[in-house]
């Protein structure tokens, strides 16, 4: 029997995205006006990420970056991306952001960034619920998208409730299947057989747009739109793909995309960008680096006719 609670989700091709064209500053413009973004990202053991996902956000076009790092890694990532201001913050033994410190010392700059993007590369999953469940408070409704580890502030810990049940302004989260049932608790085939379901479920359920990444990737908000993307291929599914995903819509964000569009927008061109790089390299090998060289074309190339 058909859900009659359920919309049908619209299907996200070159024809929907020229009828939905993304924020474009003026031709006089500065980077002020194309927004900034601010990532928080990496660890001792995966600061690579923090790099794929601050260069993300400046192939999508943003004015300005900052990136917020462990303190050990920061002087690595400042010499990376000379594009970037990059901030050190205080870190547990392991290598990992150390919870309330250093969420009150990023909270004082956040109001400076249009966009925040939390998670990539951030391993200690108890740490990072902490830190980011003490940085929400900074937050005062600005567009945050929780990526990797950082959407575990929405999942039950053992013996006690979430850190986050329901986000006060809706959030941005992109997990994989298994990520999902991992923060819902429910079967990974459970979601698998019915993705739409799972997605439109947290959704409503934390007030968040949630895109549920895959070979068919579907993006739900808390009011029971839906969007369907199918594309891409399995080269994309590559260390670090995550992470260029994450800092390409992060980048949208920042230029004043709504939270669905810009998730939407960045999941095509993802997508996109790999099938250019199938066509080049073949369907296996090629970085995720690449993939973020191919992203301002495809932009071009997506303007409304």
């Not at 007030?207 to 291929?233: C, F, M, Q, S, Y």
Request: proline share 6%; aromatic share 2%; hydrophobic share 45%.
């Amino acid at each position: 029997m058909k859900d009659a609670t359920r919309a049908e989700p619209v299907l996200v091709d070159d024809a929907m995205l020229r009828q939905w064209p993304l924020p474009m500053p003026a031709a006089e413009g500065d980077k002020e006006e194309r927004g900034k973004v601010l990532v928080i990202a990496g660890s001792r053991e995966i600061a690579g990420a923090a790099i794929l996902s601050g260069i993300g956000v400046l192939r999508a076009g943003a004015g300005k970056l900052a990136i917020a790092t462990a303190e050990s890694v920061a002087p690595l990532l400042a010499q990376a991306i000379p594009e970037a201001r990059v901030i050190g913050l205080p870190e547990t033994k392991s290598g990992d952001l150390a919870g309330a410190a250093a969420a009150d010392r990023i909270g004082g700059i956040i109001g400076r960034y249009g966009a925040l993007l939390v998670g990539p590369g951030m391993q200690n999953e108890e740490a990072v619920c902490d830190f980011t469940a003490a940085l929400l408070p900074y937050l005062d409704g600005r567009p945050l998208l929780l990526d990797a580890s950082a959407m575990s502030v929405v999942r039950k810990q053992e013996g006690k409730p979430a850190c986050v049940s329901r986000f006060e302004s809706p959030a941005l989260l992109t997990p994989h299947a298994g990520e999902m049932a991992h923060l819902t608790g429910a079967d990974k085939q459970e979601v698998l057989d019915d993705p739409v379901r799972a997605a439109l479920d947290a959704a409503r359920r934390w007030n968040a747009v949630v895109a549920l990444k895959g070979a068919v990737t579907h993006i739900a908000a808390p009011d029971g739109r839906l969007w369907r993307h199918e594309g891409g291929n399995v080269g994309l599914a590559t260390s670090g793909s995550g992470d260029t995903l994450a800092g390409i819509i992060a980048g949208l964000m920042a230029r004043g995309a709504p939270l669905e569009q810009a998730c939407i927008w960045g999941v095509a061109l993802h997508a996109r960008a790999g099938e250019r790089l199938c066509r080049r390299h073949g369907p296996l090998g090629y970085l995720a680096r690449e993939i973020l060289d191919e992203i301002p074309a495809l932009m071009h190339g997506l303007r409304p006719q």
